[in-house]
């Protein structure tokens, strides 16, 4: 159907599930690797002090060897012991003989030199920047020392490491997100689809989702087949018996025409009454057989090109003759010779039902105003009645079969809403819409949209 | 009292059939009935009917069928039941040299009006007239009802006689649908009917294959038979 939702309060905005999906991954990255990093640091302390304990360990051990082989003249040993011990240690260190760095292993800053061993163990001092320095002396030459920098444990995260992680963990998030939200997506879309009308609509295999949105596809297709085929159940349903009451009807009438013959002259009233009635009844059949036919066709059968402007002059004169004697009017306010690809016969019928409709719900002494222009691509034909109008929630109900808009609108003009229908049908058919909305001042304004031919 | 010759009922509705011979006799028709295509083409054929009434669906043969069929050799007017809600139908049957159509249900009293005037057209048949209308080259026998153009027969329908027949005669002036309908068909109208554009459309093909347009159509109001250019 192609009238507008309209009317509806809309729900409150929400997030999408993407969004939320989005949030959700990058939000419990985000924490975790903010958890473990604080946790990490927490123990810094801890292993700092380890660290010192080991280095020192491991300085008090190796450092005697260096500063006995450098006594005894051999620097070069001594130097193959530091070495050693930096490899396993990671420490800077230089082995001091008074002023003169006989051994260099790294950088060590003078302020650690500076620092006056306490007897001869070792002494560790630890500055501002976590760094720790280490003064072993010589149990010999008191001017003799090694001096060592141990560097501090390193903090788990830096800035920029930061940063790109929340980046990466975004980037995979993203694609996390929309590769769980895309079927999701994809149903939605054929939910919508359905909706507007298209029960053909199939979602088939959803590849790489899972076992269940497969499912659920699934049996979404299964859901629409169901919807599909009960649709054409009742539309069959509606059709056959409209077919099988028109043999009945047929003889029931010719019958009233004998018994009116052969009445006395009060029950003419009541026969004339019956015979109005059967009248009424055959046609009803007519448009819902029209209609079950119009659903069924899926392309035009042989299109013509069919002058729109012709057939609303032709038509509205047709239908001032009727309204005129019911004191109403129709009249052609614009025009333009416009053609269109299609059926005359069920054009002529899809812009007459429209037309009737509007006559019908005119009040006396109004007119009918017909239209018809080129807009874009397409032309309009819009046709307005200065009636009571639809309430705004029944606009799109209008077009289907034997909706009831207004209990008392609808008694008041015998209208059994069925021409609507077969317009809405007949125009789908041509590839176009139809589409009604109540007009500025009162009244109800029809619009039937069609590819224009160029 | 009957009037006008037998009629012949095809329709496959025995009960439908038996009580509309019941009305129509009551009418004043005399009424032969026949429930299948091949059976009503048949008797159709036999020449001893004034009027066909022909349902379209029909075992055996359809109604289009037979009407194809039975236009190869009869002009016999012929009045097609269609199905209501099948308006193609209706269209198609006019089409096919159908005189009339009325779509099922239909009131009896229709259908009984509707062969009375069917039977007027070919009534005026026996009229004592003999005259001849000639607008261009084409010629028109009123009381032979044959049409010539340049010479040659054209064979039509009573309805497309009838049509053409007024039209001649008021050749030049503008004929109303509304008055058409009332002359040819003999009945009014009603909104949305097309009968008179589809039995002009056939004329139109009948008289002028190649295409060139004598009869014209008057926007909302009806056609007119164009004067010859240069009177012979």
Same mark, same amino acid.
């Given at each position: 159907m192609s009238a507008p939702v309209s009317g509806k309060p809309r729900p409150p905005k929400q997030w999408s599930l993407f969004t939320r999906m989005f949030a959700a991954f990058a939000l419990v990255t985000v924490a975790t690797t903010t958890f473990v990093s604080a946790y990490w640091d927490s123990t810094l302390a801890r292993r700092q002090a380890q660290r010192v304990l080991l280095v020192s360990d491991a300085l008090r051990l190796h450092g005697p060897e260096a500063l006995a082989l450098h006594d005894e003249g051999d620097d070069e040993g001594a130097r193959r012991v530091l070495d050693a011990l930096a490899a396993e240690t990671d420490l800077r260190m230089t082995l001091i003989d008074g002023e003169?760095?006989?051994?260099?292993?790294?950088?060590?800053?003078e302020a650690a030199i500076a620092i006056v061993p306490e007897g001869d163990a070792l002494t560790t001092r630890t500055n501002e920047r976590d760094q720790t320095w280490l003064v072993l002396p010589s149990e010999r030459a008191s001017d003799t020392r090694i001096v060592a920098v141990a560097t501090p444990v390193q903090r788990s995260l830096r800035e920029l490491r930061i940063v790109l992680l929340i980046l990466a963990t975004a980037l995979a998030s993203f694609f996390l997100a929309r590769l769980l939200t895309r079927p999701i997506v994809m149903l939605r879309k054929a939910t919508h689809r359905i909706a507007e009308g298209d029960t053909s609509v199939r979602v088939g295999e959803v590849a790489g989702a899972g076992e269940e949105i497969a499912? =659920?596809?699934?049996?979404?297709?299964?859901?629409?087949?169901?919807?599909?085929?009960?649709?054409?159940?009742?539309?069959? =349903?509606?059709?056959?018996?409209?077919?099988?009451?028109?043999?009945? =009807?047929?003889?029931?009438?010719?019958?009233? #025409?004998?018994?009116r013959k052969r009445a006395a002259p009060d029950l003419v009233p009541l026969l004339d009454r019956m015979e109005r009635e059967t009248e009424r009844l055959g046609e009803l059949i007519g448009l819902v057989l029209s209609m079950a036919r119009l659903e069924q066709a899926k392309d035009l059968t042989a299109p013509t090109e069919v002058r729109l402007d012709e057939l609303v002059d032709s038509l509205a004169s047709d239908a001032s003759f009727e309204a005129e004697a019911r004191d109403r009017a129709v009249s052609v306010r614009k025009k333009e010779p416009i053609s269109v690809r299609g059926d005359a016969e069920l054009l002529r019928q899809a812009a007459e039902n429209v037309v009737r409709n509007a006559v019908r719900f005119a009040p006396a002494g109004t007119d009918v105003e017909i239209e018809l222009v080129r807009v874009a691509e397409d032309v309009e034909l819009r046709v307005r009645d200065h009636g009571p109008g639809v309430p705004e929630t029944a606009l799109a109900e209008i077009f289907r079969p034997f909706t009831r808009v207004d209990e008392a609108r609808d008694r008041a003009s015998g209208g059994a809403g069925i021409g609507l229908a077969i317009t809405e049908r007949a125009v789908r058919l041509h590839g176009g819409s139809v589409i009604a909305a109540n007009?500025? #001042?009162? #009244?109800?304004?029809?619009?039937?949209r069609l590819p224009a031919v160029a | 009292m009957t009037i006008g010759g037998r009629i012949l009922l095809v329709d496959d509705d025995v009960e439908l059939a038996s009580l509309i011979s019941d009305y129509l006799g009551s009418e *004043?028709?005399?009424?032969?009935?026949?429930? /299948? !295509?091949? @059976?009503?083409?048949?008797?159709?054929?036999? !020449?001893?009917?004034?009027?066909?009434?022909?349902?379209? %669906?029909?075992?055996?043969?359809?109604?289009f069928d037979v009407l194809r069929a039975l236009r190869e050799t009869s002009r016999v007017p012929v009045l097609m039941l @269609?199905?209501?809600?099948?308006?193609?139908?209706?269209?198609?049957?006019?089409? %096919?040299?159908? /005189? /009339?159509?009325? *779509?099922?249900?239909?009131?009896?009293?229709?259908?009984?009006?509707?062969?009375?005037?069917?039977?007027r057209r070919v009534g005026a048949q026996h009229g004592p007239q003999r005259e001849l209308i000639e607008v261009g080259e084409v010629a028109l026998d009123v009381g032979a009802r044959t049409v010539r153009r340049a010479g040659k027969e054209i064979v039509l329908t009573t309805a497309e006689f009838s049509l053409l027949e007024l039209l001649l005669r008021s050749a030049g002036r503008v004929v109303s649908r509304d008055t058409i309908a009332e002359t040819v068909l003999g009945r009014r109208l009603s909104a949305f009917d097309r009968s008179v554009d589809v039995h002009v459309s056939n004329l139109r093909k009948k008289l002028d294959p190649s295409g060139g347009d004598r009869i014209k159509t008057v926007r909302g109001t009806g056609y007119v038979y164009a004067m010859p250019e240069s009177p012979t």
């Open positions: 003169t760095r006989v051994v260099s292993i790294g950088e060590v800053p499912g =659920l596809a699934a049996d979404f297709d299964r859901m629409t087949e169901r919807i599909e085929d009960l649709l054409a159940s009742r539309e069959a =349903l509606l059709r056959d018996v409209s077919h099988e009451l028109r043999s009945p =009807l047929a003889r029931l009438q010719v019958a009233l #025409g004998i018994a007009a500025d #001042g009162g #009244g109800l304004r029809v619009t039937i | *004043g028709f005399e009424i032969e009935l026949a429930h /299948d !295509g091949e @059976t009503g083409l048949a008797r159709a054929r036999s !020449g001893e009917h004034a009027m066909i009434v022909l349902d379209v %669906m029909l075992p055996k043969r359809n109604g @269609t199905a209501r809600g099948d308006d193609v139908d209706r269209i198609v049957g006019l089409e %096919m040299g159908a /005189d /009339d159509y009325l *779509g099922k249900p239909f009131n009896p009293r229709e259908l009984a009006a509707r062969l009375r005037a069917i039977q």
